[in-house]
């Protein structure tokens, strides 16, 4: 049966470096949300807490922010180690990849500090991230052999996990087992959320045996993976005894995330009254220092069970509480959409805009995403024009919504427009769905214009998008006229789910400027709308 010998895991004593090796889990992920009190001090106690403000302030990513830094230091204003390291942090939580990857450069090329394992594998992190997993391999093959430590490997396998490359991320594990590195639960977690992602369950059994074998404990991320496995497979009897033991591990402290994961798989597997229930005992477990981040899930979780009352009542508690933040109005947002309550959605973000956050593309995006997927195209551009006006920077993501509302009403000629700006700018782990491409795909062929079609082919390519196989076979789909093969057969599948209205793939020659007319009256009523607020 699948995943049956995951059932027969129980709690066992922890590998003796298990719990207290070094964890890129730890390294990147715990920084808090922006309200953390931790988190806080953290940015006003740094003594580079100036030099961060300058650069904080640059947003757009291909701004280099090193002529920044020289003049920070021409000034005869003086840097630190640790302070550099917390810039770093920060930077890297608010994605702002490239410019943390740049503050690592230039503290070692600049200022000449020694660099520790632990900063190459930072470093590892930051150049899979912004330069491509190729590059990130190529620093690490040319990094000394002894800084190759357990923290550089466990960075490495971590990119390749990002991008889902199964068999490398396998042969880096096995690298760790050779060297006798693989000995944390981080790297685990790591490869047995891959197996779980792909549908590789014997693998992931196999895994998991091996953990048990060498006595390294299930941390709360572990239990995760499993419990979002078990919900992947309809295995009610697995979560009900995973759950069991999770309640009955004495080396675990449950707390709110721990039952709110739990509920996530309830949910998952149609157990909407134990889901429910569970999300009741996540808020009993809610402490002070993270009531903000339990606030964000829950109203994310309640607004998966259809529970619009209950996310109303959180939003109330959580606005009472003291400020919330660019997280906060994200899981709002969301759930309000996801009630179709557009007009509740554009007065959260209303409310974020008069509380002048730092600006995070995300939350109009969210907005033009809704728009768009109603074909509302011209309400979504005119958001666009706000942000842009706001002093925000439309992304990939952006242009993406706005190619699917182009196609959904077959606006073909604006949807390729848009996707040649997504391929160019698009962040290296982020993948659009093959839907759109093929619908593209199949319009420019459909055009006849075979120099215009190879160039987009060629795009995909080079941004790695597809791999050279597919790449030559389009070239020749493209080439034949006589073909009968559609687009979506070589590029394959929903590779990511990303959230977009179902793709009709163009059949022939349709007025590209006409849209439904059942959107009409909604369409004009909410340009309306709109125009006092987005239209600048």
């Known amino acids: 049966m699948v995943l049956a010998r995951l059932r027969s895991a129980r709690s066992f004593s922890p590998h003796p470096s ?142 390749y996990a990002l991008i889902k490359d199964v068999e490398r991320a396998g042969m880096i594990m096995q690298k760790m087992r050779d060297l006798g590195l693989l000995n944390s639960v981080l790297s685990y977690n790591t490869m047995l959320n891959l197996y779980c992602q792909n549908g590789n369950h014997e693998k992931a059994e196999n895994l998991v045996h091996e953990m048990q074998e060498k006595g390294i404990h299930f941390d709360k991320y572990t239990y995760g993976i499993l419990l979002n496995a078990y919900a992947d497979t309809s295995d009610i009897g697995g979560i009900d005894n995973l759950l069991t033991q999770l309640e009955s591990d004495r080396n675990l402290q449950l707390n709110w995330d721990t039952y709110s994961t739990a509920a996530t798989a309830y949910r998952k597997v149609g157990l909407l009254d134990k889901a429910f229930s569970l999300l009741k005992k996540s808020e009993e477990l809610i402490i002070s220092g993270r009531r903000k981040t339990a606030f964000n899930f829950l109203l994310t979780q309640y607004a998966a069970l259809g529970k619009k009352e209950e996310v109303m009542r959180i939003w109330e508690i959580y606005r009472k509480e003291g400020n919330v933040y660019n997280k906060g109005y994200i899981a709002m947002i969301t759930a309000m959409i996801k009630f179709d309550d557009i007009e509740s959605a554009e007065k959260i973000f209303e409310e974020w805009e008069s509380k002048k956050l730092s600006y995070d593309i995300r939350i109009p995006n969210y907005l033009i995403g809704a728009y768009c997927r109603k074909g509302l195209v011209e309400a979504a551009e005119a958001l666009v024009n706000w942000v842009k006006f706001s002093g925000g920077e439309p992304d990939a993501r952006t242009r993406y919504y706005l190619a699917n509302g182009c196609l959904q009403r077959r606006d073909y000629v604006n949807a390729v427009d848009y996707m040649r700006e997504v391929i160019s700018i698009r962040e290296p782990w982020w993948m659009p769905r093959m839907e759109t491409l093929a619908a593209c795909l199949e319009f420019l062929k459909g055009e006849g214009d075979i120099e215009e079609a190879e160039d987009f082919i060629r795009s995909l390519r080079n941004k790695d998008l597809v791999s050279s196989n597919i790449h030559d076979r389009l070239l020749e789909w493209i080439r034949d006229r006589e073909s009968s093969l559609r687009a979506i057969n070589m590029l394959g599948g929903d590779a990511t789910k990303e959230e977009a209205s179902n793709i009709e793939l163009p059949k022939s020659e349709q007025d590209c400027s006409s849209s439904s007319g059942s959107n009409e009256s909604s369409l004009l009523r909410c340009i309306k709308n709109l125009s006092k607020r987005f239209i600048a």
Request: aromatic residues 12%; contains cysteine.
């Open 18 to 159: 298990a719990g207290n090796g070094f964890g890129i889990f730890k390294l990147f992920s715990t920084i808090e949300s922006p309200g953390d009190p931790i988190l806080r001090g953290r940015i006003r106690n740094n003594p580079l807490n100036k030099l961060y403000r300058r650069i904080s302030r640059i947003g757009y990513p291909e701004v280099s922010i090193v002529p920044v830094l020289d003049q920070w230091i021409q000034e005869g204003r003086t840097v630190n180690y640790d302070g550099l390291l917390t810039m770093i942090k920060e930077l890297r939580y608010w994605k702002k990849y490239a410019h943390a990857l740049e503050v690592s450069m230039w503290m070692s090329d600049k200022r000449y500090y020694e660099l520790t394992s632990r900063d190459i594998a930072i470093r590892l992190d930051l150049i899979a991230r912004v330069h491509g997993i190729e590059e990130a391999q190529s620093y690490f093959d040319n990094t000394s052999k002894k800084l190759r430590t357990r923290e550089c490997y466990s960075s490495l396998l971590l990119s």
